[in-house]
């Protein structure tokens, strides 16, 4: 919150639902609830890396930001859905596509 307050708007918030470098480290209830909220009224887009969090890694979800209760704007995954192959995509909400039609 303080950041945004402090520095009005902003682009972006990335975070990856589950911390996995030094194994999952798992983000406190309510966390991206608050922190999607303040990042939105700063005028940002909130962005979920499921890489390595997602495709029910977490056990009761397929995605890592679903056990926050949150939609983020967009979600980055890869590697499980290649199978095998070096693979990843970007999905985006429709508001946060139409912002980029007419772009080129």
């Not at 922190?35 to 940002?44: C, D, E, P, S, W």
Request: hydrophobic content about 40%; glycine content about 16%.
């Amino acid at each position: 919150r303080k950041a945004c307050e402090e520095h009005g708007e902003i682009a972006a918030f990335f975070v990856e639902s589950g911390m996995s470098v030094a194994g999952v480290v798992e983000l406190p209830p309510g966390y991206l609830e608050k922190v999607y909220a303040h990042v939105r009224k700063a005028g940002g887009v909130c962005v979920a890396d499921e890489v390595q969090t997602g495709f029910g890694r977490g056990g009761t979800h397929c995605w890592g930001v679903q056990q926050q209760g949150v939609t983020p704007d967009i979600v980055t995954m890869g590697k499980p859905f290649g199978n095998g192959f070096p693979l990843a995509a970007v999905v985006c909400t429709d508001d946060v596509a139409a912002a980029f039609a007419g772009t080129g």
